[in-house]
């Protein structure tokens, strides 16, 4: 699955790619998870493609600040 992160990007792997995956898909139930990392910001992030074709970026974990 995926692709390789940009700068400052790193791969999830274990437990915690299963958690992040696992999160990404019950906010989006049917998409496919293109890879998990960390952001450069520590972010945990989840790559995917919804059902219907749209690809996003779900961030797991705290928010950066000022995004709502």
Known sequence: PG???GAGETELTGE????VTAAALAEYPGATVERVETD????????IVTADGTPVIVAVGERREGNS
């Open 40 to 47: 450069s910001e520590g972010v945990y992030e989840a790559h």
């Open 3 to 5: 692709g390789k992160g």
């Open 16 to 19: 915690t790619a299963e958690k």
